[in-house]
């Protein structure tokens, strides 16, 4: 068994698929929308491993969870090394994004950053 996609209700699925294209490598496929149900999607696709499908629709309401709690609360991507997640962490900070965790080796051996997304999801940045 493997996991094949997560996914993220988005507010802006654009700008949210732009993020993910622009500071994680992913291609997005043909974008998905459904008039009757006022729905639109992307999946993308990394290099390897599982995908990540961008769900828009207006009637979704905005999460009110400001703060980690119980349920899925972050995903991991890896980026090869420990020199690229400093790098993309500053690159990251530089563009102006959240550094919700800095660049540090963890008590179970991994090293790893914490950002979060253009709509506050969390993703650890990983070796």
């Known amino acids: 068994m493997k996991i094949e996609h997560l996914a993220i209700w988005a507010k802006d699925i654009e700008k949210m698929r732009s993020f993910y294209e622009t500071y994680f490598g ?21 290099e390897n491993g599982c995908r990540l499908e961008l769900m828009q629709k207006p009637e979704i309401p905005e999460n009110q969870n400001a703060s980690e709690a119980t349920g899925l609360t972050h995903f991991a991507v890896s980026s090869g090394s420990e020199e690229m997640v400093n790098q993309l962490t500053e690159r990251l900070r530089q563009d102006g994004f959240n550094i919700a965790g800095e660049p540090r080796w963890t008590g179970d051996g991994y090293y790893e950053s914490v950002v979060l997304d253009p709509e506050g999801n969390r993703i650890e940045i990983t070796v």
């Open 26 to 46: 992913a291609k997005a496929g043909e974008r998905y929308f459904n008039p009757n149900k006022n729905f639109q999607s992307y999946f993308l696709s990394f």
